[in-house]
């Protein structure tokens, strides 16, 4: 009995190395159509009755404004092009302040919210970071910055039903993402943090003042180069 039950657990854990890294593989190239988040809002504005919003229109990187591209960058993770998944001194800046506090701060890099984003769901737990963990290290294994980014822009979620740079463009400025001005993109980049919260058009003064932020970060941060 215990013998079969090793069996089973080895060839569950082989099969699961087996799905993901072929589902990392394939994801290196071909555009990824739907995230278990979108599935997940789907689902509760079902249930609660709201109408059903799902917007979200893949584009490649080539058709994203270097403004976004750089907006979320200073504004999530100024590391994103240096570290390796992990920024570890975020992470040690993020457990010395939540000692010290009673509100968390996290320190989840680009890499890690891709990883989240694209193969897992959202409600925190041990065993969604540990194989948020493992997903991370597999995408910066085998994906480029470049495609990191450019599956990152097209799976976050940016609004009510809004997922992805293009149709934040669209709902928030009525232009493509191709063609976001600076300000723009500051704007869609400082409601990351709570998209179902927050307007990035018209903005508050709490979102106009992360999005003038943004905009210095920007400016000191300079050219954005992948290479």
Not at 103 to 120: D, E, M, P
Not at 122 to 129: A, I
Request: overall charge positive; aromatic content about 14%.
């Amino acid at each position: 009995m215990i013998r079969k039950l090793f069996r089973f657990l080895f060839k569950s854990l082989l099969w699961f190395f087996v799905i993901s890294i072929g589902l990392v593989i394939v994801f290196k190239w071909m555009p990824i159509p739907v995230t278990p988040l979108m599935v997940i809002r789907t689902v509760e504005q079902k249930m609660d009755g709201k109408d059903i919003v799902w917007k979200h229109d893949w584009e490649s990187i080539d058709h994203i404004s270097k403004n976004l591209q750089l907006a979320v960058i200073c504004s999530e993770d100024q590391n994103f092009l240096n570290h390796h998944g992990f920024d570890m001194k975020a992470i040690e800046k993020a457990l010395v302040y939540n000692k010290k506090g009673k509100r968390t701060r996290g320190a989840s890099t680009i890499s890690q919210q891709t990883a989240k984003n694209v193969f897992l769901w959202p409600q925190r737990s041990w065993l969604r970071k540990g194989l948020e963990a493992y997903f991370t290290f597999l995408i910066e294994l085998i994906w480029s910055k470049e495609r990191i980014m450019e599956v990152y822009l097209n799976s976050i979620e940016m609004g009510n039903g809004i997922y992805g740079a293009e149709a934040a463009a669209q709902h928030w400025f009525k232009r493509s993402a191709a063609n976001l001005r600076q300000q723009e993109a500051a704007a869609i980049a400082a409601i990351l943090p709570s998209p179902l919260r927050y307007r990035a058009n018209p903005a508050t003064s709490y979102i106009q003042g992360r999005k003038n932020w943004i905009m210095r970060q920007m400016r000191f941060f300079g050219p954005l180069n992948y290479d």
